[in-house]
């Protein structure tokens, strides 16, 4: 809704905004609207009409407001007004989170009072959440970095999260986080949110393992459940695992990989008529990607499944690394014969055995580890405008790990320590450390660090 009227840049009024074309078309459109972001183009000047523009909304609607001078000092009119309209977007989204919390606690006779990490690391209140959720972006990273500094002690190090769906990278200076100066990027759009360093990259433990059209190794950056989790809820779906591993069929796509039902939609008539005969076919349960073809009457090239495991009404069970650790005894927590059967199928599809795939998809983790540290690395010392010297860094990157046909080493070290966060850390991180000259930092109860990153936050408040 775009209204006439507003400030200078010196923060003088150039004329009253249209307050009553304003209020004709919030109220046209109220009972469609969650939420409702306030920006206006000098309102970091003088913020009087975005208050009173909040207050008016409030008044007509009594719906939540946000304004953009609460949310950044940016000058750039446009990265203020995407921080904004994100963070009307998340309101609704973090009422649910905070309402369903407080539900849980009261069953369980908790009265404590809520607090939420942001992104920086630091603490806030219920209410201010409420009012600013996108404060939280990439408050679960940030807060595994505190967690980490809490229980190594260091001041100094890289702190490497590794989740289930992604490796988080970030970087600690004197007992403080380092902070993106640029601000949050999300997707496309650039927000004025300040929040901790990251790099990110999409491996974790329940990264895909698959294989590319050169039957190449792949792993992620989609993530699928584990078979071996989805196994020991859904036990059915083994008895499918042995039927596919005993035919043995050359196919061009990973076989061993299941779907099924996470939740109806409410709309159900909204779908396309394949998405609907999916969504009706793992109604009585998981079925594998042969099997789902079958009922719906289609290839299994031609399955569209990815808008539904968008949506979250369907999801993906797959061959991953958590599966991996299962088979080797690094992890032990579900169903290990599942695990078993899903890497004998893929085995069984790039010729070779077991034990051949399982050290690949192991040291192709370690490289992917060792690249995103060294990139990370690198990004403060070369210009990446500067496409001859990203393309250095990209040999010199591949040529710093260990690779025994080449006829030249450059080996890549650093002074920091390395400590590791998440559940599977202590399988990969001793190696990528020494091959970085460094030491890892790995601690007993490094699979709650960020739980403990969340109860040793502290809260900082900043004026200028």
């Known amino acids: 809704i775009l209204i006439p009227g507003g400030h200078g840049q010196q923060g003088q009024i150039l004329s009253q905004p249209g307050w009553n074309q304003m209020e004709n078309l919030i109220r046209e459109t109220a009972d469609d ?21 909040k207050q008016r909304i409030r008044q007509w609607t009594g719906k ?7 949310l950044s000092s940016e000058i750039n009119s446009l990265r203020r007004a995407s921080t904004t309209l994100l963070n009307a977007g998340l309101i609704k989204l973090i009422d649910e989170l905070l309402d369903a919390v407080k539900e849980g606690m009261a069953r369980m006779g908790i009265s404590a009072p809520i607090m939420i990490v942001r992104g920086d690391g630091t603490m806030m209140s219920e209410s201010f959440a409420r009012e600013r959720p996108v404060e939280t972006l990439l408050s679960g990273p940030a807060a595994s970095v505190v967690g980490g500094m809490e229980l190594t002690g260091c001041q100094d190090a890289l702190i490497l999260d590794i989740g289930g769906t992604t490796s988080d990278l970030a970087l600690i200076r004197n007992g403080l986080t380092v902070l993106s100066e640029e601000g949050v990027d999300v997707g496309s759009w650039r927000t004025g949110t300040k929040a901790i360093k990251i790099r990110t990259i999409g491996l974790g433990g329940d990264s895909i ?20 989790w989805l196994a020991q809820r859904k036990p059915e779906i083994k008895r499918e695992l042995k039927r596919i591993r005993d035919d043995d069929k050359w196919h061009s796509l990973s076989l061993g990989e299941f779907f099924y039902l996470v939740s109806m939609p409410h709309q159900y008539d909204s779908f396309a008529q394949e998405e609907q005969a999916i969504i009706k076919a793992l109604e009585n349960g998981p079925k ?26 369907i999801a993906r069970g797959a061959l991953t690394p ?22 004998e199928i893929m085995a069984n599809r790039l010729k070779m055995p077991v034990d051949r795939l399982i050290h690949m998809v192991y040291t192709e983790i370690i490289h992917k580890l060792y690249h995103l540290i060294l990139e990370f690395l690198l990004a403060g010392r070369l210009n990446s ?31 920091l320590p390395i400590v590791g966060i998440g559940a599977p850390t202590h399988i990969f991180l001793n190696q990528v450390a020494a091959a970085l000259g460094t030491t890892a930092k790995l601690t007993r109860y490094a699979g709650v660090a960020n739980a403990v990153g969340a109860i040793t936050g502290s809260i900082v408040g900043e004026e200028t």
């Open 385 to 415: 405008s500067d496409h001859k010297l990203s393309s250095d860094a990209q040999k010199l990157m591949n040529m710093a790990f260990c690779n025994p046909y080449d006829d030249i080493q450059i080996l890549a070290s650093t002074s």
């Open 288 to 313: 594998s990607a042969e099997e789902l073809a079958e009922q719906t009457k289609t290839s299994v090239f031609l399955l569209r499944t990815e808008s539904l495991e968008h949506l979250g009404i």
């Open 33 to 53: 609207t969650d939420a409702y972001a306030v920006v206006e183009y000098w309102g970091i000047r003088n913020p009087e009409f975005e208050q009173e523009a």
């Open 209 to 228: 393992v698959s294989f590319d059209k050169h039957d190449a190794l792949q792993i992620g950056p989609r993530k699928a459940t584990p078979l071996s």
């Open 322 to 343: 958590s599966d991996l650790m299962h088979i080797k005894g690094d992890y032990q927590a579900w169903d290990k014969e599942s695990a078993q059967l899903g890497a």
């Open 64 to 70: 939540p407001v946000v304004c953009a001078h609460e």
